[in-house]
């Protein structure tokens, strides 16, 4: 069992910037990959960063490429997104995953998952 804790979420005006945290516990953090996704009002839940267990492989959506960042510190078992350049379209609740071995991009390979943290960014 892996118990996972979004933080960091809030209201920010557009191209304002939040960092997300997302802490791990109970099994060994870096046998895993992390990933964050993101749903808004109505619609479905969508890929957003994912990073591989040693942290040295990435993958984001086009849609956050060159304005959110993915790390992860497994020393303190946390994965953080750095989002930069918000904008009103990124508005949703904001949940952090996990899942053994490598990452991918599918909502539905990932075994754990956060209770999600909501992000609202105002024009």
């Known amino acids: 069992q892996v118990q996972l804790v979004e933080s960091g979420g809030g209201l920010v005006q557009a191209g304002g910037s939040l960092r997300l945290s997302c802490a791990a516990s109970?099994?060994?953090?870096?046998?895993?990959?992390m990933g964050w996704f993101r749903q808004a009002p109505g619609k479905e839940r969508e890929f957003v960063v994912a990073i591989s267990p040693t942290g040295r492989s990435t993958n984001a959506a086009d849609s956050v490429k060159g304005r959110f960042t993915i790390s992860r510190d497994n020393a303190k078992n946390t994965v953080y997104l750095q989002m930069n350049s918000l904008k009103p379209e990124d508005t949703a609740v904001y949940y952090c995953a996990v899942r053994p071995d490598y990452l991918t991009t599918r909502a539905s390979d990932y075994n754990y998952w956060g209770q999600g943290t909501q992000v609202t960014v105002s024009s």
């Open positions: 109970g099994r060994t953090f870096s046998n895993y990959a």
